[in-house]
């Protein structure tokens, strides 16, 4: 299964599950990241660390860990 921090700039997926335990992935379902909603990968920094993403008509900057709890397709 591919994560979003797998995932190139420029590309939308749709997330398909959350593999975060606890207060992580509280935190990152109330940025509105949750199944079945797409995400557009805007940037992607030159080591990987934060990755900047549009999801629901908002700019998000995540960090690579958390986005490696992200599965998408």
Do not use: F, H, N, W
């Not at 992935?25 to 549009?54: C, F």
Request: proline content about 4%; aromatic content about 2%.
């Amino acid at each position: 299964m591919k994560t979003l921090k797998e995932t190139g700039a420029g590309q939308t997926v749709t997330v398909t599950r959350l593999t975060g335990e606890g207060p992580v992935k509280r935190r990152i379902m109330d940025m509105g990241i949750t199944k079945g909603v797409s995400v557009y990968v805007r940037k992607v920094a030159p080591l990987g660390d934060p990755v900047e993403i549009t999801v629901r008509g908002y700019e998000l900057s995540l960090r690579k860990e958390d986005a490696g709890m992200i599965e998408v397709s």
